[in-house]
């Protein structure tokens, strides 16, 4: 005896009409928001867990928003190439193409946040602090989460740009 339910010969195997109830969703505000959030708070918290430890507090090299900005130019650059592709020139992207520019814009624009967040919380962190460096480390904080937002947007863009509409 089975536990499978019995399946008479005559019933038609049913399909899904209409998109999925549980498709995939482009990422919304208050995900990025919350991920924004958090990285504010971490951000903040560098400085003075660093004078806690007796520890330096991190510089913030030219390099870093320079990294972002690349990595907002290489994620704008893919997404005005898939849209091009695929709503422009109607072309179809192989299935494992798809998802993964889908999955590197959504994760790109996550982490992003991430980053920007905590750039901000850092930069936050040394607004009204006598140390010798402390508007030099504020400056280049907000000039980092700047190129964040900036790889943010170009993440969210690429995102947007795999979407397909069911033309039939």
């Known amino acids: 005896m089975t536990r499978d339910p019995i399946r008479r010969p005559e019933e038609?195997?049913?399909?899904?009409?209409?998109?999925?109830p549980d498709g995939l969703r482009p990422t919304g505000l208050p995900t990025v928001l919350a991920?924004?959030?958090?990285?504010v708070v971490v951000g903040w918290a560098v400085h003075p867990v660093c004078n806690r430890l007796d520890l330096v507090p991190p510089l913030v090299s030219p390099a870093q928003p320079l990294a972002l900005l690349l990595l907002a130019a290489i994620l704008?650059?893919?997404?005005?190439?898939?849209?091009?592709?695929?709503?422009?020139?109607?072309e179809r992207l192989e299935?494992?193409?798809?998802?993964?520019?889908?999955?590197?814009?959504?994760?790109?624009?996550?982490?992003a946040a991430l980053v920007a967040g905590g750039y901000v919380g850092y930069a936050l962190s040394w607004i009204g602090d006598?140390?010798?460096?402390?508007?030099?480390r504020m400056v280049r904080s907000?000039?980092?989460?700047?190129?964040?937002?900036?790889?943010?947007?170009?993440?969210?863009?690429?995102e947007r740009a795999c979407r397909v509409h069911d033309d039939t």
């Open 95 to 111: 299935a494992h193409q798809a998802v993964n520019r889908l999955v590197l814009g959504r994760a790109s624009a996550l982490v």
């Open 35 to 39: 991920w924004a959030v958090v990285g």
């Open 76 to 90: 704008g650059y893919v997404a005005w190439g898939t849209h091009r592709a695929v709503h422009v020139r109607r």
């Open 12 to 20: 038609p195997e049913q399909e899904p009409s209409g998109p999925s």
């Open 130 to 136: 006598a140390a010798e460096l402390a508007d030099q």
């Open 142 to 158: 907000f000039v980092a989460a700047g190129c964040a937002l900036a790889a943010v947007v170009a993440g969210l863009l690429l």
